[in-house]
């Protein structure tokens, strides 16, 4: 079992800088990667970016690449998105998840394949 607790979540506006944390514990060592997602009002949850829990491989969704980052911290069993220049469309519920099951490299966008989540933390930028 890996349980996740994602923290940082809150109102801002546009422009504004936020970072949301998740700090994993339970089987730690048994991840593969971990991803954040995001759901907003009325519609389906959505990748955001994931990072592999032992090297350097990450990737994002289009809709955020070079503003947001994902990065972790494996002594404090910690992953991090640092989201800049924010909008109102990045208003949503931020879940991040961890997935087990070695993809040999290729890391997945897709939620189903997640094992395990966090209870989300909402964030909502004004305009």
């Known amino acids: 079992q890996v349980q996740l607790v994602e923290s940082g979540g809150g109102l801002v506006q546009a422009g504004d800088s936020l970072t949301l944390s998740c700090e994993a514990s339970?089987?730690?060592?048994?991840?593969?990667?971990m991803g954040w997602f995001r759901q907003a009002p009325g519609k389906a949850r959505e990748f955001v970016a994931n990072i592999a829990w032992s090297g350097p491989s990450t990737s994002y969704a289009d809709s955020v690449k070079g503003r947001f980052t994902i990065s972790r911290d494996n002594a404090k069993n910690t992953v991090y998105l640092q989201m800049n220049s924010l909008k109102p469309e990045d208003t949503a519920v931020y879940y991040c998840a961890a997935v087990l099951h070695d993809y040999s490299g290729h890391y997945p966008q897709v939620e189903f394949v997640y094992d395990y989540w966090g209870q989300g933390t909402q964030v909502t930028v004004s305009s």
């Open positions: 339970g089987r730690t060592f048994s991840m593969y990667a």
